[in-house]
């Protein structure tokens, strides 16, 4: 595995790790999508036939436990219900914000507010700098992957350590995740078993028991001797001034317990009003992200440890991320704010379930990482996003909120044609298309066109070559012609 | 830096969407996380803790050290951490656990040593409650967040007049109002599918939960 190279020293932040046990190097991908287009990026998944037979079954299986754990329950009033709860909470995000920071702070959590992603990195590097933190476990955050978070950390001198067992490989591999709920989904065993093999100096039985027994021994260590936990969140509770967040693993309770500092970096439209939300979101998020009836772990946090508990952190900060967020508050694109993160658009998705999630560019894939990154990111780095789509509608029948995700793209592909993103001959020849079909005689003149130029190119009826001006479009296409009355 | 202020007027600033209204509490139609018509929520609690590979043992309360006592002798453990939690059962459980030859310490005098809390091969703690229909136990910081996970084996008492229906009425109830600093739902050991969707139980917590519910 050429992408392994472990650092040579043994010990970081001044704590040794276990014998034989090196650190993963970090090694950022890049930050920006202008390098490559969709095109190239899904062109270079494509070649990797494991990925795709691995989206399958694990999405499949997804979402066949989906359909069992929701039999004969009311699914869609439930939906209904989290579809209200999250508009609700969006609609009146100012309010329920300060409501949470109020109650947060009551309750002695310590509350920041970063604009961006670079201040999000200032704030988190800055409170580990002040504290004198040296080493810090992280437990899977979608939101520290939008901002980069562990770059800027290693930056700075940090000894960052990912504990989700698919985040620790993608950490050691200089990799990102390729989905929200499941990060190697695009990585073999094989692959763990060379990584682990390396990092541990010998050659490690070559299954999965053994695997995670390796990396849990070593994940072990770094909890006891980190300084600082980071984690994500998955819902701020409003009534409480809570975060609440879910693991199966339970890498996320040791990270929010064992170390003296706790922070959380949490997109701000997390927010749900009240705790008895949790009883409609919960089982939804679970049961649409992995099939689970509940996760194993979820853990809700109201602040540092209390008087007379014996361990949690002594402090616990919660960095609340705009991030692109508020702009889109009353906009056309309010709903994509509702997203939970389950991941089940993605599942569904005929490109994603051919691509992969990393062909998306950015931190989230598949049709909710198509809305999400030209939001985010700006029509340069991901307008074109909205075009990998089949527009099948998958994803907004298996939503848990409902969001519009098709209608979301549709408005996401009128945008960039408003804003002349797209190059000047395409724009032309639907204009020119859109005259020439203005009148009937013309109408008819252009398909007379049409037919003789087809009917020169095809082969047995069928255009399967290159059309001159349609080669991009004919090349991955065959266009079968009527047969002529 | 963004202070308080000029956040919020960001996230102010902009015009508001339709806004639906809240449902209320009542309205909340039925999910796969809550009790069904007619069902025994210890029976649906052991079916659904099963479910996900927690052992289940019902004992009576006269039973209830020497269960535990038991439960941690079956999973093999030398040392042992208590959690303050267990109430009335604490005195009898370190006193059976004793009588076993376990090496039985309480939970918050580990805790703040790391290096004896990470040689612990099991815990036993009491719960705030038991969720029937998601087979969870609930613990709080009062029972110390890692008390459940920081060992290989967690041992839970659960009284069945602990146990509420479903996740609606733990949210909705008074129970949590004794919860502390946090409140955490657990439902079986740690587990991962993350190498190839292969299921490996014990991945951060515990590989082996057993709990005795007191019946």
Known sequence: MSATTPREDAEVGGRPLPPGWAAPAHQPGADSLADT????????????????????????????????????????????????????????????????????EARGTQVHFAADEAEARRIVAGLCAERGVGRVVKSKSMASEEVSLNSALEGAGIDVVETDLGEFVVQAMGDRPSHVIAPILHRTQGEVHELFSAMAGEDLPDDPEALTGFAREGLRHAFLTADAGISGGNFLIAETGEVAMV??????????????????????????????DLAVLLPLLTGHGTGQQITTY???????????????????????????????????????????????????????????????????????????????RGQADGGELSHATTLCGACDDICPVRIPLHDLLLGLRRRRVAEDVAPLSERLAFRAWGLAWRHPATYRASTAVARAGLAVLARDGVVSRRVPGLARWTATRDLVLGRRR | MTDRASFMAAVASTPRGHDPGLPDRAAAPDAPTELRAGESPLDRFQTEAEAVSTIVERVDAAGAASAVAAALEAAGAGAVAIAADLGDLLEPVREACRSAGLQVDDYADVAPERARAAALDATVTGCLAAVAATGSIVTTGATGRAAALIAPTHVCVVRADQVVDGLHALVDGDVLAAAGSMFALQSGPSRSADIEKTLILGVHGPGRVHVLLVV
């Not at chain 1, 929010?256 to 008895?276: D, F, N, Q, W, Y």
Request: charged content about 20%.
């Open chain 1, 37 to 104: 287009t969709f095109e190239e990026r899904a062109r270079e998944n494509l070649a990797r036939p494991f990925q795709r037979t691995a989206i399958a079954n694990a999405t499949d299986h997804t979402v066949f436990a989906l359909q069992r754990r929701f039999a004969g329950t009311a699914h869609d009033a439930l939906r209904d219900e989290a579809r209200r709860i999250r508009a609700h909470a969006i609609t009146n995000l100012p309010t329920y914000l300060e409501q949470w920071v109020d109650r947060a």
């Open chain 1, 298 to 376: 979820v853990s809700v946090l109201g602040g540092p440890r209390g008087a007379g508990e014996p361990d949690g952190p002594e402090e616990m900060h919660v960095v609340l991320l705009d991030g692109g967020r508020s702009a889109l508050l009353g906009g056309e694109f309010e709903e994509a704010l509702h997203c939970i993160r389950c991941g089940a658009c993605q599942n569904v998705c005929p490109v994603y379930r051919q691509v992969g999630g990393h062909a998306y560019g950015w931190v989230y894939g598949g049709p909710i990482g198509a809305v999400l990154t030209p939001l985010f």
């Open chain 1, 247 to 276: 693991t199966n693993e339970g890498n996320g309770r040791l990270t929010t317990s064992l170390p003296r500092i706790h922070i959380a970096l949490v997109g701000i439209e997390k927010m749900l009003p009240r705790r008895t």
